[in-house]
């Protein structure tokens, strides 16, 4: 809702000057005999009925709103039929003679069949015969001033019944105190629950009442905070689910590197510890919508982390603080940049948002979560690091090795560095070429050499013999 709505004020003022409970209704499930007199005493308040009847217990209740959360009394549409019995009284009344004769009479006619033709002669219980008979005449009976007791308006959906009669439901309503906050809503569901199962438990007792029968209670905010019973442990459940995946990625993309790994994991997790607490005290409330940003929280701190545990990883300073120090320096400025600074720009535009959910829930959380991931991030996780990273790489002749990720993968080199490898490859392999051609060249120069030294010698042995014979 805009913050410069109307309906702001109007509920504004509705709680200061205005302020009442909701209607809460506890609703009876089939399987109980309200007929039977055992059955209308577990339910009546009146005199004669049971001491932990279902609405003296209600009523016993709202002695303590503060602990109930219930101000006014069940209204009790049994009470209100036993009462429109009464023989005293104009409410129920039968046609004693006429084409009318054994019909409803109502409060309101003069006709003189009905002089004399009360329902019950005495005040007593009505027997399961007269119950299920009078009270159809009850529910649709038009409370007027010569009978107020009538059920038409007030009851006449409070009881849900089959074409034999027989109640398969029905429901007494009672008024909470005035709540505010979703902690006190909370509390009395939590409350209300409690006295139905108390309830429950002593109708059960009655006897012909169906094991499975239950009372349960209903209101029309239960729907929407009926969320916070099970929010905390669902938001952990599924929070804990969405860590054991991000771990196992983490494990096989950084080479098996269990501390790594781990280290990964747990500044993620603080990142939603910090989150959370940020959250409260930012007054941001816990919900499903909150829940909602956390799960997106996590994938969000895997940018923050998994790039400068990679850049540690590979790292082949010689000690962890040193290469501690030189993955923050090579990899940080890149976390701020491609990171962080594209985050908060589309996060800072939601504060000029109207609307309260967006500032609350997409605002303030999403900018506690950029904010909280850059800082673990950045600080943080390098200082983990240099205490429980891994150790520093052991050479092994000409390929260096690194303890965690190998820089031989060819799966984590860099482009660059893979195509300087080539371009040096390919010039050790021109040059000891041209080498294997020059010595070619000279053997050969050294071949033609020694035959011209031969040549030399013979022609000089024949001038010699020439001269002999001469």
Known sequence: ??????????????????????????????????????????????????????????????RFPNASYLAIPATSWLDDFLDWLNPSGRCCRVHLYGNLSGTFCPSTSSDPSCIGGQCLNVTRRPTAEEFKRFLPWFLHDRPTLQCAKGGLGAYDTAVSMDANGTILASRFMAYQRPLRTSQEYTAALRAARAL?????????????????????????????????????????????????PT???????????LRSSAATLLTIAMILLDTVGAMALWGIPYNA??????????????????????????SVQPGR???????????????????????????????FAKAQLVQIFFFRL????????????????????????????????????????????????????????????????????DED???DEAKAEDEDGSGDKAKAKDEDGARAEAEAEG
């Open 1 to 62: 809702m805009p913050k410069d709505s109307y309906l702001l004020q109007y509920f504004a003022a509705l709680n200061q000057y205005l302020a009442v409970g909701v209607p809460t209704y506890f609703v009876t499930t089939g399987g109980y005999n309200f007929s039977s007199p055992a059955g209308t005493d577990g339910i009546c308040s009146s005199a004669g009925c049971h001491p932990r009847s279902l609405t003296t217990t209600i009523q016993h209740a709202t």
């Open 196 to 244: 139905a199962e108390e309830i429950t438990a002593t109708l059960r007792s009655v006897p012909g009442t169906h094991p499975d029968f239950r009372v349960f209670p209903y209101t029309v905010t239960y729907v929407y905070y009926e969320q916070y019973l099970t929010v905390v442990a669902e938001g952990v459940f599924t929070l804990g689910l969405c860590l054991v």
């Open 247 to 257: 771990f196992l990625v983490s494990f096989l993309l950084l080479g098996m590197d």
């Open 289 to 314: 919508v909150a829940l909602i940003n956390l799960v997106a929280a996590v994938g969000i701190s895997v940018e923050f982390v998994s790039h400068l545990t990679c850049a540690f990883a590979r």
């Open 321 to 351: 603080v040193a290469r501690a120090a030189e993955a923050t320096v090579t990899m940080g400025s890149k976390v701020v940049a491609g990171v962080a600074m594209t985050n908060l720009p589309g996060v800072v535009v939601l504060a």
């Open 366 to 433: 999403n900018l506690i979560i950029t904010l909280a991931g850059l800082a673990h991030g950045l600080v943080f996780l390098p200082v983990l690091l240099s205490y429980v990273g891994p150790g520093p790489p052991a050479p092994t002749g000409d390929v260096e090795q690194d303890a965690g990720l190998g820089r031989g993968n060819p799966g984590f080199q860099d482009g660059d560095e893979a195509e300087d490898k080539d371009k040096d490859e390919s010039g050790d392999k021109a040059k000891a070429k």
């Open 437 to 439: 051609v020059a010595r």
